[in-house]
């Protein structure tokens, strides 16, 4: 199988079914940036500056680009949201 026919690896947890037709490379590179936030407000350490604008990105209702990466990913905001809040962060969910 070549990369241009490899379906997008989305963490189950978050897919919600469904997509649109898009630009493959738009969509990976979509993908591959919400997917590096999330790992971002996980993964880094606590005091991370990183950690905290990846978070403060990832909270952002209004953020079209994020809108954007959520639909093209079919990742469920609110899963994200509730699983950061697990990590330690007060979200007020």
Not at 54 to 61: G, H, I, V, Y
Request: net charge negative; hydrophobic share 45%.
């Amino acid at each position: 199988m070549s990369n241009r026919t490899k379906p997008i690896v989305v963490d189950p947890q978050y897919n919600v079914g469904g997509g649109r037709d898009f630009a493959w490379a738009e969509a990976r590179v979509l993908t591959a940036i919400l997917n590096q936030a999330i790992h971002d407000a996980l993964d880094e350490p606590l005091d991370s500056e990183l950690k905290y604008e990846a978070t403060e990105w990832l909270c952002d209702e209004d953020n079209k680009l994020l809108q954007l990466c959520l639909f093209i990913a079919n990742m469920d905001h609110n899963r994200i949201l509730a699983k950061i809040a697990r990590h330690g962060w007060n979200l007020n969910l």
